[in-house]
């Protein structure tokens, strides 16, 4: 089992940057596959970004490719999400999410393992 706890989110205006982070407890990270969803008010949980378990391999959300770059520290056991050019409608609650299976998912239900999630307001 693995327990993820995200940090990183506040309050930034449009334009600016924000790094999430995403650390997780137990000895076989890197057996994971890692990923990041978000959820705005009154909206479903959306895909963001995902990553390999060795990291070579990423995938990002139409909405976020270009600006978000998602990236993982075995090392530290740790997933980041650097997000760049921030808008208003990238306001919601993000959540880390790892599962152990291979193949790189975008849907919710194929991640068994969440985070707390960390909140993320962008003014306008």
């Known amino acids: 089992q693995v327990q993820l706890v995200e940090s990183g989110g506040g309050l930034v205006q449009a334009g600016g940057s924000l790094r999430l982070s995403c650390a997780a407890s137990?000895?076989?990270?890197?057996?994971?596959?890692l990923g990041w969803f978000r959820q705005a008010p009154g909206k479903e949980r959306e895909f963001v970004a995902a990553?390999?378990?060795?990291?070579?391999?990423?995938y990002y959300a139409d909405s976020v490719k270009g600006r978000f770059t998602i990236s993982r520290d075995n090392a530290k056991n740790t997933v980041y999400l650097q997000m760049n050019s921030l808008k208003p409608e990238d306001t919601a609650v993000y959540y880390c999410?790892?599962?152990?299976?291979?193949?790189?998912?975008?849907?919710?239900?194929?991640?068994?393992?969440w985070g707390q999630g960390t909140q993320v307001t962008v003014s306008s």
């Open positions: 999410v790892a599962d152990r299976s291979l193949a790189i998912a975008t849907t919710p239900h194929e991640y068994d393992y």
């Open positions: 137990g000895r076989t990270f890197s057996a994971y596959k």
């Open positions: 990553i390999s378990r060795g990291g070579a391999n990423t």
